[in-house]
């Protein structure tokens, strides 16, 4: 029984495509850390030559510092956001975080490393909670999140005072397990002239891991798909609810690990401290490339935010500026960023018509 095979026209292509072929300059634009990229070398530049003390490689390790403190969880609120919600408790959490483990531990008279573990299940309840409110009962994660903001922020002060007669926590310092918990979480190692803390090797492992999660496994595949449309994801079967908990828990966990290095690093935490840093977190997501509409970013990009973040905040010291004018930059950026971003996103997105 023979068959008919109808064939294509000789020179015809085998099958049309939709979509445009960009030439190199469009295709790295496409890239959602590019711009990031970009504005990181032309502000290294800007500082090297405006503020002597700049140029120096101490300075640079300092600047490194920095950006780690905010970078590490800013990893965690990029994965978030990502996948399209907001965690508006991610900068007091951090200070929870601390305060938890150095009462507990005071007042009980045990090991550090006890009250460390203990405070890290919290944080993640915290996190869990986020996530089971947001998704039980469809309340946006904005105003989820302001209000275990503002429980932790006031927890933070009642319960410290309450405690301790004080807004601090009791110094760690000769506390069981000190040592150890401070070579983990603020190690200083000296490297000839300069000082590398340890947090910027953690930041740049968590970055490091968060990229590979997102571009090589199923894990990243989810977070983009909850974040561009989660009723599509839902409908091929992606556990949008586990995934979206398990990002509110990152950044609880992250928040936790930060919380540890601020606690161990002073030794004494300020109830008060840590309010205001989510913003620097969501900040350093956006100038990263990552959309506040969700579904679009990654984590090279959130870290190369960091660093733009740790250059400025010091940068303007190192010139002799006042220091004011940061937040008045930060505004300016995040709203070029923004514009950025959506002109990134077209280009990426961009089809031939028909």
Same mark, same amino acid.
């Given at each position: 029984?023979?068959?008919?095979?109808?064939?294509?026209?000789?020179?015809a292509?085998?099958?049309a495509s939709?979509?445009?072929?960009?030439?190199?300059s469009?295709?790295?634009?496409a890239?959602p850390?590019i711009?990031?990229?970009v504005?990181a070398?032309?502000i290294?530049i800007?500082?090297?030559?405006v503020?002597?003390s700049?140029?120096?490689?101490?300075?640079?390790?300092t600047v490194l510092?920095? *950006?780690s403190? @905010?970078?590490?969880v800013?990893?965690a =609120?990029g994965l978030l956001?990502?996948? &399209?919600?907001?965690? /508006?408790?991610a900068?007091?959490?951090?200070?929870?975080a601390g305060l938890?483990n150095?009462?507990?531990?005071y007042q009980?008279g045990?090991?550090?490393?006890?009250?460390a573990i203990?405070?890290?299940l919290?944080c993640?309840c915290?996190?869990?909670f986020?996530g089971?409110?947001?998704m039980r009962?469809g309340i946006? *994660?904005?105003? @989820?999140?302001l209000?275990?903001?503002? =429980?932790?922020q006031?927890?933070?002060l &009642?319960v410290?005072k /309450?405690?301790?007669?004080s807004?601090?926590s009791?110094n760690t310092t000769?506390?069981?397990?000190s040592?150890?918990?401070?070579f983990?979480?603020?190690?200083v190692f000296q490297?000839g002239?300069?000082?590398?803390?340890?947090?910027v090797?953690w930041w740049?492992?968590?970055?490091?891991?968060?990229?590979y999660?997102l571009?090589r496994?199923?894990?990243?595949n989810?977070?983009?798909a909850?974040?561009?449309n989660?009723?599509?994801?839902?409908?091929?079967?992606?556990?949008v609810?586990r995934?979206k908990?398990?990002l509110?828990m990152?950044?609880s966990f992250l928040?936790?690990f930060t919380?540890?290095?601020?606690?161990?690093?002073?030794n004494v935490?300020?109830a008060?401290?840590g309010v205001?840093n989510?913003?620097?977190y969501?900040?350093?997501a956006v100038v990263?490339?990552?959309?506040?509409?969700g579904g679009?970013g990654n984590t090279i990009?959130?870290?190369?935010?960091?660093?733009?973040?740790?250059m400025t905040s010091?940068g303007?010291v190192?010139?002799?500026?006042?220091?004011?004018?940061?937040?008045a930059f930060?505004g300016?950026?995040?709203?070029?960023?923004v514009m950025?971003n959506?002109?990134?996103?077209?280009?990426?997105?961009?089809?031939?018509?028909?």
């Amino acid at each position: 029984m023979s068959q008919t095979v109808k064939t294509a026209p000789a020179g015809a292509p085998a099958e049309a495509s939709n979509r445009v072929q960009l030439g190199l300059s469009n295709r790295l634009l496409a890239r959602p850390e590019i711009g990031a990229l970009v504005a990181a070398v032309v502000i290294f530049i800007f500082f090297l030559a405006v503020a002597p003390s700049f140029r120096s490689l101490p300075s640079f390790f300092t600047v490194l510092y920095q *950006s780690s403190t @905010i970078g590490i969880v800013a990893v965690a =609120v990029g994965l978030l956001m990502i996948g &399209g919600e907001f965690d /508006l408790s991610a900068g007091v959490i951090t200070t929870t975080a601390g305060l938890f483990n150095a009462m507990f531990c005071y007042q009980l008279g045990i090991n550090l490393w006890v009250g460390a573990i203990v405070s890290l299940l919290f944080c993640l309840c915290v996190g869990f909670f986020n996530g089971y409110m947001v998704m039980r009962t469809g309340i946006p *994660s904005f105003l @989820i999140t302001l209000g275990s903001f503002f =429980v932790l922020q006031g927890a933070n002060l &009642g319960v410290t005072k /309450l405690v301790t007669g004080s807004v601090s926590s009791p110094n760690t310092t000769q506390m069981d397990g000190s040592s150890s918990l401070q070579f983990v979480f603020a190690h200083v190692f000296q490297l000839g002239p300069v000082q590398l803390n340890i947090t910027v090797i953690w930041w740049l492992v968590f970055a490091a891991l968060a990229a590979y999660i997102l571009q090589r496994t199923r894990i990243g595949n989810w977070i983009y798909a909850v974040g561009g449309n989660a009723a599509s994801a839902r409908a091929v079967g992606v556990p949008v609810t586990r995934v979206k908990i398990g990002l509110f828990m990152t950044v609880s966990f992250l928040g936790w690990f930060t919380g540890m290095h601020y606690l161990y690093n002073f030794n004494v935490l300020q109830a008060g401290n840590g309010v205001g840093n989510e913003f620097l977190y969501i900040i350093a997501a956006v100038v990263g490339g990552t959309l506040m509409t969700g579904g679009y970013g990654n984590t090279i990009g959130v870290a190369l935010g960091s660093f733009i973040f740790g250059m400025t905040s010091l940068g303007i010291v190192y010139a002799g500026w006042d220091p004011n004018w940061f937040r008045a930059f930060l505004g300016v950026m995040l709203l070029l960023a923004v514009m950025v971003n959506l002109y990134v996103k077209k280009l990426s997105t961009t089809r031939k018509v028909g």
